[in-house]
């Protein structure tokens, strides 16, 4: 019993060594590059990092050269089984602001590998709150809008369903 306690032990200092000592900055720098292959850009942010995490504030997030949004945190965490990353106040850029909501308070999407098909998505801000998933092998996004506020301005591009307005679109 002695033996499999010290294993785990082992096991587990192992695990968070690796989690604290990960170049997260590269890890970083290689969502950048593949961000870019679809012509997304991340620019202007100041990179930090701590024990599991690393955090940019003011990034701005361009895609095809246009600004769409401007971030003051996001933070990204991850863990071998467990990835998240969690934008705080996300506003989008004027000539975007008819199309979609001017302010996101807070925007978390999780990867667990467990379910590994599935990223979660959750959302709030002024349209109200959010919930919904990137269904990775079905190229699919789906969004139900749980708490409604200020939605007009999306009701172009949302589907009336039995529990409410929906956003659903495939990539």
Known sequence: MQMVKKILIALLAVFFSIAIFAPKRELYYL???????????????????????????????????????????????????????LADGLTVDESMQKWL????????????????RHIALEAQGEFGKAQGYVALHERKIHIDFTEERSIENLKLFLKKGEQGWYYETSY
């Open 31 to 85: 969502l950048e590059d593949r961000l870019l292959q679809y012509d997304i850009i991340i620019s202007n942010e100041k990179i930090h990092d701590g024990f599991f995490t690393l955090w940019l504030e003011h990034p701005q997030i361009y895609f095809k050269g246009i600004k769409i949004a401007q971030i003051k945190r996001v933070d990204l965490m991850t863990l071998f089984l467990y990835s998240r990353v």
């Open 101 to 116: 909501p001017k302010e996101i308070g807070t925007l978390l999407a999780s990867y667990q590998a467990f379910d590994f």
